[in-house]
């Protein structure tokens, strides 16, 4: 299958302070890249859909000014929180899409705001 | 709300008993995956099942598919504690851009030994 890395896998930072998580397709080119957060014991809700060199589609009551989508290239793409408070600590998961109907799944970061 | 539904929500067994999970869609789909988390780790992906499938396998798994019920059951046979886990249903949500899948609340499964 598919190889779908993250990084950081998990982090733990002071409120206030912005963190940026890379998510890699390592052997496919993804145009899309969608992310996912996930709160304990929840399931997986969607944030944003970007597509490689367009601006990121945000999902209702996700704030785009918070949660910084860059998908400049084809096998990378970044989510940086920014200003992170501890409602913001969660599991964030990325999802390529290799081709149509196509779907892969990052390992998750989790993130810890203290 | 939800594309998918699973149920029931919580479900604990003895080590060596069948467990079934069902999920409900709303909407038509495309395909429907049934993916295995464990607590604090990312997502494993257990089966694909396309709307012309009625029934899949892959081991001990067992995944059925009613699109007039718009419904699909995971039978995991003869459980293991390491199945202690929670599971996922994901529909494709086909919205033009791409496909993004929607996923339920899950099932949180406890195999006792």
């Known amino acids: 299958g598919a190889v779908v890395s993250q990084h950081p896998s998990w982090v733990i930072c002071k409120s206030g302070t912005s963190v940026k998580i890379e998510c890699r397709s390592l052997?496919?080119?993804?145009?899309?890249m969608f992310w996912y957060r996930q709160f304990p014991k929840q399931s997986l809700m969607l944030m944003a859909t970007?597509?490689?060199?367009?601006?990121?589609?945000?999902e209702q009551g996700v704030e785009k000014d918070k949660f910084l989508i860059n998908h400049a290239s084809l096998t990378l793409s970044t989510l940086t929180v920014t200003s992170a408070h501890p409602e913001d600590s969660s599991f964030y998961i990325c999802?390529?899409?290799?081709?149509?109907?196509?779907?892969?799944f990052g390992p998750g970061t989790r993130l810890t705001v203290l | 709300s939800q594309q998918g539904e699973e149920d029931p929500q919580a479900l604990s067994i003895q080590e060596g008993e069948n467990a079934t999970m069902n999920c409900s869609y709303k909407?038509?789909?495309?395909?429907l995956q049934w993916y295995r988390q464990n607590s604090g780790r990312g997502l494993v992906h257990l089966i694909l099942?396309?709307?012309?499938?009625r029934e899949k396998h892959s081991g001990r798994l067992r995944v059925t598919l009613d699109t007039s019920k718009k419904s699909s059951s995971l039978l995991i046979t003869a459980s293991r504690a390491a199945d202690t886990a929670s599971y996922f249903c994901?529909?494709?949500?086909?919205?033009?851009?791409?496909?993004?899948?929607?996923f339920g609340p899950g099932t949180r499964l406890s195999v006792l030994p």
């Open positions: 999802s390529p899409l290799r081709v149509y109907n196509e779907q892969f």
């Open positions: 052997d496919f080119q993804a145009t899309t």
């Open positions: 970007s597509n490689e060199g367009s601006k990121a589609t945000y």
């Open positions: 909407t038509s789909i495309n395909n």
């Open positions: 099942i396309r709307s012309n499938e």
């Open positions: 994901a529909t494709d949500a086909n919205l033009g851009v791409g496909q993004n899948f929607v």
